[in-house]
C-alpha cells in the first residue's frame, strides 16, 4: 500500500496549529482594506472596550481580596483542573514556560501549592517535579470564584434578561467567527516547515 506525502507528513502540535492561525489572521488583517462599513467599525471598536471593564473589575477584586494577581489565580485553577507540571500550567493559562515556573514557585512559597514526586519517581533525592493544591490554595481559589460569580451576577442583575440574552449572543457570534478552523493547506505547510527546519539542522 502506498503512502502519499500528506499521509507520511508528522501531524502538527497544537502550539503549531495555533502559531499558524496567529500567521493567518495577522496577514488577513494586514490585506483586508477598509469597508464601507468602516465607520460603524470604528464605532464597534468603541463600544467594545467598556466590554471588557467588568473582566479589569474581577480581576482587580479578586487581587485585593487574594493577595494574589490574576495569573496565580488562573495557575491554581489550572493544577485544580489537572495540571501538575509547570509546562502544562503554562499551556493552559497562555504563560510562558519560565512564567509559570516562577509562578509556581511563588505559590509554593505562599504555601498555596506543594510539590510532590511523580508516581513513576523512584530515585532517591529526586527534585519534585509536580505540585498539588494545598487546603489555603483551594480555600483561595473557591474564594475567587465566589467572588467572579458575585460580580457577574451583579452586572447580569444590572442588565435584565433581555440585554443579558443579547450580549451572550453577540458573544458566542463574536467566538464563532474568530474560532474559524485551519484549512487543510495550513497544517501540510506546517509540515513542510518543520520537515525543512529538520533537514537543515541534520545537514
Do not use: F, K, N, Y
Not at 467599525?41 to 479578586?62: K, N
Not at 505559590?107 to 533525592?125: I, N, Q
Not at 518543520?194 to 545537514?203: I, K, N, Q, T, V
Amino acid at each position: 500500500m502506498r503512502t502519499t506525502a500528506d499521509d507520511a507528513a508528522p501531524r502538527p502540535s497544537a502550539a503549531e496549529l495555533a502559531a499558524a492561525a496567529t500567521r493567518r489572521a495577522r496577514t488577513l488583517v494586514q490585506r483586508t482594506q477598509p469597508s464601507a462599513h468602516l465607520t460603524r467599525v470604528l464605532d464597534v471598536v468603541d463600544e467594545g472596550v467598556p466590554l471588557t471593564t467588568p473582566h479589569t473589575a474581577v480581576s482587580r477584586t479578586i487581587e485585593q481580596l487574594t493577595g494574589l494577581r490574576l495569573g496565580e489565580v488562573q495557575t491554581l485553577a489550572a493544577v485544580a483542573d489537572g495540571a501538575h507540571h509547570h509546562r502544562e500550567i503554562a499551556r493552559r493559562t497562555g504563560q510562558p514556560d519560565a512564567a509559570a515556573a516562577a509562578t509556581v514557585d511563588g505559590l509554593v512559597a505562599r504555601g498555596s501549592l506543594a510539590r510532590r514526586h511523580h508516581p513513576a519517581e523512584t530515585r532517591p533525592g529526586a527534585t519534585p517535579t509536580l505540585v498539588g493544591l494545598t487546603s489555603q490554595g483551594e480555600a483561595i481559589l473557591r474564594q475567587a470564584e465566589a467572588i467572579q460569580v458575585r460580580v457577574l451576577d451583579a452586572v447580569v442583575e444590572a442588565l435584565g434578561s433581555d440585554q443579558t440574552d443579547q450580549v451572550h449572543a453577540a458573544g458566542q457570534a463574536v467566538r464563532r467567527t474568530l474560532a474559524e478552523p485551519l484549512v487543510a493547506g495550513d497544517a501540510r505547510q506546517i509540515a513542510a516547515g518543520r520537515w525543512l527546519a529538520g533537514a537543515a539542522e541534520a545537514s
